[in-house]
């Protein structure tokens, strides 16, 4: 079992950054690919971005490409989304997921999910 929780949401103005974090708890944190994935309301949850086991690749969103980077520190247990340059398209609840192999990231069929964190972008 893996316990997921994200902070570092909030407000913040267009073009300003968030670093978003996400502790995990439990079972073997290094061994586990993590997630980055948002709903805003009344649309499906996307994914925004991934990073493998050992932060050896790392996958983004179209939409935030080049303006979000995706990090994980395993000695701290910790992944972290930086998010730049954020547009109030943004806006979101953004939910950190860990999953026990390194395929298929960018699909939403992780085995753990956070509770998610509120980020508002105003225009």
């Known amino acids: 079992q893996v316990q997921l929780v994200e902070s570092g949401g909030g407000l913040v103005q267009a073009g300003g950054s968030l670093r978003l974090s996400c502790a995990a708890s439990?079972?073997?944190?290094?061994?586990?690919?993590m997630g980055w994935f948002r709903q805003a309301p009344g649309q499906e949850r996307e994914f925004v971005a991934a990073?493998?086991?050992?932060?050896?690749?790392?996958y983004f969103a179209d939409s935030v490409l080049g303006r979000f980077t995706i990090s994980r520190d395993n000695a701290k247990n910790t992944v972290y989304l930086q998010m730049n340059s954020l547009k109030p398209e943004d806006t979101a609840v953004y939910y950190c997921?860990?999953?026990?192999?390194?395929?298929?990231?960018?699909?939403?069929?992780?085995?753990?999910w956070g509770q998610g964190t509120q980020v508002t972008v105003s225009s």
């Open positions: 990073i493998s086991w050992s932060g050896g690749r790392k």
């Open positions: 997921a860990a999953k026990d192999d390194d395929y298929g990231l960018r699909f939403p069929n992780y085995d753990y």
């Open positions: 439990g079972r073997t944190f290094s061994s586990y690919a």
